[in-house]
């Protein structure tokens, strides 16, 4: 009678099926199929056999490729490699070639990481060798030729030459300033509001490339006038605040990590009280071009383009731009007390429109901050409130230097890429006018465009276009932050209260990312100085009326008055006995 063998069946106690694989199938590769599948070919090395739109999907498995039973090449053949020792004939046109690269051949190399290559035939080291040369031969003469384009930059000098006796009381390096913040800002509050403003124009602002409008030389009287010779602080120093500055020095320190060239502040510490103050005859004033940019201008001497004519034209242009936008001569906006620099006798149509505006910060419990800010205009809106503005303008001086864009091409259609290379090429410039409009708590901030009328001519010049912004929508737009200017200010008057009383310098490095402050012996920069240059510049103002200029004379530190009368070299910088 036959037998029957019950076979071995595995109890599931958790679900259903299987628990292990069975023995023969242990060492089996598994790939999933159905029996819906159907069958292509039997060998297909390459993969791409249907490549007819209609038939891509008709042998696809539904569960996917699988890769179990894939081929991976092995480097087994490695050992071995064909070398063909025959010498190519190459044309003329090659040899001369190569004989020119390798007179200039450079000492760099191109890197190339081959080690995550997968390609099969470059598993080999000899064979990442041997792509790494090719690499080096065809980019390592190319990188000779653009080092040789790019001009080497000139060392800088120093606003100021450092003295033996100088003794240098803090360094601090950029990287540290960055890295500064202070938020406990609290808001500002106006102690005493001086001048008289003039409305904006808003012609201006329908004016664009195709209709430009002509920059006009205004002759008016512009009062830049240091802390210490203020009256207004002097007045308040007696009752109320402990430190004291204007807003464009404020706004030197507080975007310092952003310059380049070299400046200088000097800080009078009297009792417990600190005065940021600029120095007489300097170049504080001066606007500067191109100062961040790749290559800034570098040119020496007269020439058109040298860093300080371009100083000269970019301040005339701001300075006449700023009041030829304005309804000159109309109705102004006046403020409780009239302008403190303006002399009885002298008429107001020959003052700049400017307002003043004394604001008081608290910086903690130990920090009361005074600062004199600044106004240029004033705007009425449609349901007659007052808006007060800044009003800076940009120049262009020649588009084939320092990556520049041609305005009169793209500023109408592009103006997002004027600006940014702007911001580029002068972004400590830009920084200093947004900072100094939030801290006069200006609504907007007018922007011209101004280009010269012929690229070698920088006595005539052409208004192409303004745009208008918001300081503080402005400043996170050029990645300004607010809470690192403040903190950079903070750790500055931390550092000069601890010092002792007597007259410091803090002064940018002229080639270095690094400002230190130096203390002054007795009598630098004292006005014992300031006779002698004064007695040089009286031989100077006889020379200027023998060739027919007139010089104006006010009772103040540094004004500038512009008269332009051949080209931009007339602009005379007075500096009067005090």
């Known amino acids: 009678m036959a037998k029957f063998h019950a076979p071995v069946i595995q109890d599931n106690p958790s679900g259903w099926g299987p628990c292990a694989v069975p023995e023969k199938f242990k060492d089996m590769p598994y790939q999933p199929f159905s029996k819906g599948d159907r069958l292509g070919k039997v060998a297909d090395w390459t993969g791409a056999t249907y490549q007819d739109k209609r038939y891509t999907n008709k042998y696809s498995s539904q569960f996917g490729g699988g890769s179990q039973y894939a081929y991976f090449h092995e480097e087994d053949e490695t050992s071995f490699q064909l070398v063909d020792t025959a010498k190519t004939q190459k044309t003329a046109y090659q040899r001369n070639r190569m004989r020119f690269a390798q007179v200039g051949k450079s000492t760099k190399t191109f890197s190339c990481d081959l080690s995550t290559c997968t390609h099969p035939y470059l598993f080999g080291n000899r064979d990442r060798m041997r792509l790494q040369k090719k690499f080096q031969k065809q980019f390592g003469v190319r990188q000779k030729w653009d080092q040789k384009s790019q001009a080497q930059l000139k060392p800088r000098d120093s606003s100021v030459e450092v003295r033996s006796d100088w003794e240098v009381k803090e360094e601090m390096d950029f990287p540290r300033l960055m890295k500064m913040r202070y938020m406990d800002v609290a808001d500002p509050a106006d102690i005493e509001c001086c001048g008289a403003l003039e409305h904006y124009d808003k012609a201006f602002d329908r004016v664009t490339t195709r209709n430009e409008k002509q920059l006009k030389s205004i002759k008016r009287i512009f009062h830049t006038v240091t802390t210490t010779d203020d009256p207004v602080i002097r ?27 070299s400046w200088d502040i000097i800080v009078q510490r009297v009792g417990n009280k600190l005065f940021f103050d600029k120095r007489d005859n300097s170049d504080f004033d001066l606007l500067t071009v191109s100062e961040t940019a790749n290559e800034p201008p570098q040119d020496e001497g007269s020439s058109l383009n040298s860093p300080r004519n371009l100083a000269m034209e970019a301040t005339y242009i701001n300075h006449n731009f700023s009041q030829q936008c304005l309804r000159m001569g109309g109705e102004r906006y006046k403020f409780p007390n009239p302008n403190p620099f303006v002399e009885e006798d002298t008429e107001k149509s020959e003052v700049a429109s400017v307002a003043y505006r004394y604001r008081r910060w608290k910086l903690g419990d130990d920090i009361d901050l005074i600062v004199r800010c600044e106004h240029d205009g004033v705007m009425t809106g449609a349901n007659g409130e007052v808006s007060f503005i800044n009003v800076k303008a940009l120049n262009e001086w020649d588009s084939r230097y320092c990556n520049g864009v041609d305005w009169r091409q793209k500023l109408d259609s592009q103006r997002g890429a ?79 209260r601890k010092l002792e009383e007597g007259k410091y310098l803090i002064l940018k490095d002229p080639n270095k990312q690094v400002i230190r402050v130096y203390s002054l012996p007795d009598g630098t920069f004292s006005s014992d100085e300031d006779e002698e240059e004064d007695d040089e510049d009286e031989e100077e103002d006889e020379e200027g009326e023998d060739n027919g200029l007139f010089l104006t004379s006010v009772p103040f530190s540094i004004i500038f008055c512009f008269y332009l009368v051949t080209s931009v070299s007339d602009a005379l910088f007075i500096s009067p006995n005090r």
């Open 418 to 496: 004027v600006l940014a290379t702007e911001l580029k090429n002068n972004s400590y410039k830009l920084a200093r006018w947004t900072c100094c409009a939030i801290l006069a708590g200006s609504e907007y901030l007018k922007l011209g465009y101004v280009s010269r009328y012929h690229v070698k001519d920088s006595s005539r010049h052409v208004i192409l276009g303004t745009q208008q912004f918001k300081p503080n929508e402005f400043a996170s737009q050029i990645n300004l932050s607010m809470e690192n200017a403040w903190g950079i200010l903070r750790c500055v008057i931390d550092i000069c």
């Open 235 to 261: 007045k308040l120093a007696k009752t109320q605040g402990n430190v004291f500055a204007t807003d464009a020095i404020l706004a030197t320190l507080m975007c310092c990590t952003r310059s380049v060239n």
